[in-house]
């Protein structure tokens, strides 16, 4: 379970370009952090994250999408 103050803390640490969003690479730089990002979403892995919740199809994450991910797996307090 995390807060979205929390969740917004992960991504920046997460977002190394500060591009405003995480590519997969990302989150292959940070495992740990992608770990807990996993288990936040109910997702297997990088690739599992991108393929269900990357709305849009531009392969990477946006705050709003990661968000989307952990409501969905009913993990945002
Ligand atoms: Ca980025
Ligand atoms: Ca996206």
Partial sequence: MATE???QSLFKTL???QDG???INELFLSPGLSAIISSETNT???QDLLARYDSDEDGSITFEELKE???K???LT
């Fill in 15 to 17: 977002d190394r370009d």
């Fill in 73 to 75: 797996a009913s993990n």
């Fill in 44 to 46: 297997s892995s990088p």
């Fill in 5 to 7: 103050q929390e969740l």
């Fill in 69 to 71: 991910a952990v409501e």
């Fill in 21 to 23: 969003k995480i590519s």
